[in-house]
């Protein structure tokens, strides 16, 4: 008996080494070296023996003891206990994070740094909120979503621009922009499930990029959009010096001028802006129309049955999320003053899609919690750096092990017989 | 004029003729059986009546309240919506992750969907949306009692045991408000107990709704027992219409069974 476990935890181990040898062989047996003669081939194959003979006894080690057995369990039943919250406790846990978002830039460690940080946090929490609604309700892959995002900010800085028009008019036109190209990306994959339309989608996000790219006297090419209007307080600037006529937001309120104020105010903006997409999300899932995005992403063909019309809800989800990525695409625009094609690649998309995933699928606060993981963690691993992207994919795996089904995968019903919900 | 007439129904998947030339009519507060041995494109029958297939040949028309509705030129969802055919799946097809009153509240969608003005009354919380919304989950409620699913109406549908599964995509047909109402063996995977009272379900809508059932079923206790017709197919051909008397008797149904279990049940 303990023969045949020693046996198989040295084949378990081997295996192991073996895949680390193919690895190591080519990332670390080789290595360039600029010397006297030009470039030279160095090898290392001690560092590879060492490397190997590492993973094969770490492996063994492992296997014999049995931790990950015992490890991974325990890691599972705390991941039950908190994806079993219960509504109330979640509802709980909603509201402190609501109060701690709203006090953060009060709170005296809050410095110019850690406000930008929480903003970007919350742009992905926003824009997770808004594919939440294609991927998590509709269940629509959408890998694509980061052409809204652009469409948004593209609308507020040419709008803007060109017309002068002020960040509250170029919102709304930003979101209904959005919402089109929306229906325009919805109709040619109606017909499309799955990995299908992840590619689809994938591809239409590209396009946009690479229109936005090509299309210099549009868009300004590779060099971008500068110098976009950043926002003022309705009419009341952020500046150090008023213009003609003009009122500083410092002087309206007798205060000492400090860059602060504007990074505050966008803060505020973009809280606001995400706790509507939240409200709305939570509001839709109680209405038909949210619920048929479930019950199509739960059996299209049983919603055709009921007499449900899928292309009516498909689009509907499609516009709607994109509308939301529109006007974070907006604030994106205001906040920068700048934006080129490179703020909106694939990877966005895919980050935006992790966070969705991640929070599990269709949980607002998953959502929370998953942008803050994906955007805090990279951000406080920026003193390894070399080893931030390892740690970070390490961190991902190791989630994706414990909990793969998304952080919280608590799902709390839109009605219940007894009363509400 | 019958509520549901078919005529001339032929469907053919490549060389396969799967209905050849099916015509039948169904009336309301009647139940029409469709038996026949397994593949003998009874499902597809109902595929054709739902929209999830177009036939090739045949005209399939439903006349109510001094409307028509040609069937075969209806996409599959304004059948449902407008012609009124719920149907339930032979594998059945619920919403496994929501609830069991959700499953329920997602069949009247049409109703909300309406009174919500397209969620904007909804959004804005409009006290008519409220209304239709209170009045759907006392809709929900009353096939949840006669289901007997009150008890486990707020669970996760697809957590129930198999019968109640069956149960529950009948009362998600029937909260659809329907006027024909196609079951696709219902009482498979049933136990005798349960059969009994799915049969008994059955038979009240029958009696209690203004509505004509259509029924799949190989249970022959069960159809004999309750059926108003019985439509025999075999290899895509109607062999036999009649009262469960008549087809009891009937030769052709009885060599069309002959030398599979069923030809027992149907001659006893
Ligand atoms: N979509 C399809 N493509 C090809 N053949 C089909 C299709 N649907 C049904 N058939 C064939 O039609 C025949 C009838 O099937 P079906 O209606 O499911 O039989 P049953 O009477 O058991 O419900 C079978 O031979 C089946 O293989
Ligand atoms: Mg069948």
Redesign the interface.
Known sequence: MASQKFAGAVREAASVALVALLLAIPLVGFRLVDGLRGLTIDTRFDWVAWGVSAVFLGRLAIALSGTTRRLLPDLKSVGAALSNLPGGLSRFAGGAMLIGALLLPIVPFADRYVVEIAITVLIYVMLGWGLNIVVGLAGLLDLGYVAFYAVGAYSYALLSINFGWSFWLCLPVAGLLAAAFGVMLGFPVLRLRGDYLAIVTLGFGEMIRIILLNWKDFSGGPNGISSIPRPDFFGFPFARTAEEGQTTFHQLFGLEFSPMHRIVFLYYLILILAMLTNLFTLRMRRLPLGRAWEALREDEIACRALGINPTMIKLSAFALGAMFGGFAGAFFATRQGFISPESFSFIESAVILAIVVLGGMGSQIGVVIAAAFLILVPEFLRDFSQYRMVLFGMAMVLIMLWRPQGLVSHRSPSARLGGHA | MSLLTVEHLTIRFGGLVAIDDVSFAADDRRITAIIGPNGAGKTTVFNCL???YKPDVGRMCVAADGQEWLLERME???I???AGI??T?QNI???????V??NL??????A??RA?L??LA??VGAKSFRLA?QAA?AR??SW?ERCSL?HV??DEAGSLPYGAQRRLEIA??MC?GPRILCLDEPAAGLNPAESVELAALVRSIRDYEKIAVLLIEHDMSVVMEISDQIIVLDHGRKIAQGTPDEIRANPDVIRAYLGTDEEAAVSR
């Open positions: 739902t929209g999830f599959g969802f304004r449902a919506r407008d719920a149907r799946f097809r619920l919403f496994p992750k929501m609830t009153l959700e509240l997602v069949a009247q969608h049409k909300l969907q919500s397209f969620s909804g959004l919304e989950i929900a409620r949840l009150v109406a707020d998600r047909a659809t």
